[in-house]
């Protein structure tokens, strides 16, 4: 009877274990059937929007060709779904495009080559590895070839006027050798000489019938897809409101043709600390400016600043004997 009542006994436990896991192992199925439900309707990954379309300007893209239409829907998708960078790019933009658009204007360069620093740098003073610099990514000696000066204390590279500006000659001269904004901006990009040994080569100068390095290959499309994002960027997925965009600050230009002993002393003067000075005057690479040629530099000192400064100006003192017109 005894061993009646234990086989019961054990027959019971083996039951209950085997309802309790077949039971739990029955939820979480449910509990995963819930979840992938859910994540199946709410997250969607969709080809992009092709425009129907688009030129460089005023140059047509001709999309009917399937490796051009091809090419623009791998740099659509790129920045589409690069989400973070491209939307910094475009909070970015209203500090930096309407200087750029206004050099350009002046130049006679069409309004599309805006789009350039923005695939070059990313609205940032980066250095890349080749050693490029500021916005528009000049290498030194192509720099200096344009106009710009470059030196220890100083290097125009980051001063997005002037460099802008040396970007408009490059341009203006490609435009001249190729009559092809197209190919002036690809010029750009590999330079003249590569581009030119690639013209003869394939006894072509159309850039969209010329077999060329990926880089450059790429970077006309890399133009058209943040152009195309930049004119309807709701129509693929980014929703900015007018205080997403980063402000754009009046600056005053300050006159400085002396030496400068100090630019933390500099900087205090007008209400703001070195930091700030260095944000929006990147091209002064060093803490002083010695200036022994007497050249007249202006520096852009920001008006009405949203900013608090945690140091006095008043404890600072600066010496106004090696800076004048301020």
């Known amino acids: 009877m005894k061993k009646k009542i234990f086989g019961y006994i054990i027959l019971t436990v083996v039951v209950l274990v085997f ?14 059937g819930v979840y992938y439900n859910a994540f199946k309707e709410k997250y969607h990954i969709s080809a992009v929007k092709i425009p129907e379309k688009i030129d460089f300007a005023g140059e047509l893209v001709p999309l009917y ?7 623009l829907e791998r740099e659509l998708l790129v920045n589409v779904y690069w989400q973070s960078q491209t939307l910094l790019l475009l909070k970015r933009s209203k500090r930096y495009m309407p200087v750029i658009e206004s050099i350009l204007k ?3 360069i069409p309004d ?7 695939i070059e740098s990313a609205f940032t003073n980066q250095v890349s590895s080749s050693g490029a610099a500021g916005f528009w990514q000049f290498l030194e000696p192509t ?13 125009e590279r980051y001063n997005l006027e ?11 001269k490609s435009y001249d050798i190729y009559k092809s904004w197209t190919m002036a901006a690809a010029s750009y990009n590999c330079g003249r000489k590569a581009l030119n040994d690639q013209i003869l080569r394939q006894k072509t100068e159309y850039f969209y019938d010329l077999l060329l390095n990926e880089e450059t290959s790429r970077y006309i499309f890399r133009i058209l897809a ?4 930049f004119e309807n960027p709701a129509e693929y997925g980014f929703y900015l409101r007018d205080s997403d965009y980063y402000k754009s600050y009046e600056l005053k230009k300050v006159k400085v043709d002396t030496a400068v002993s100090n630019f933390a002393n500099f900087a205090q003067k007008f209400n703001i600390n070195y930091k700030i000075l260095k944000f929006f005057n990147p091209w002064l690479r060093d803490t002083l400016l010695s ?3 007497r050249k007249t530099y202006y520096i852009n000192i920001p008006v009405n600043l949203d900013r608090k400064f945690s140091t006095s100006p008043e404890s600072f003192y600066l010496d106004t004997a090696n800076i004048s017109n301020y």
Do not use: M, Q, W
């Open 19 to 32: 309802f309790s896991l077949f039971l739990g192992h029955s939820d979480i199925n449910k509990e995963d």
């Open 65 to 71: 060709n399937f490796d051009t239409r091809e090419s």
């Open 106 to 108: 002046n130049y006679g």
């Open 112 to 118: 599309d080559f805006k789009y350039l620093p923005v």
């Open 143 to 155: 720099a200096k070839e344009l106009g710009l000066e470059i030196n220890k204390e100083i290097d």
């Open 162 to 172: 002037k460099s802008t500006e040396a970007a408009c000659k490059f341009f203006l």
């Open 226 to 229: 943040i152009k195309t994002i």
């Open 291 to 293: 200036n022994k040629t």
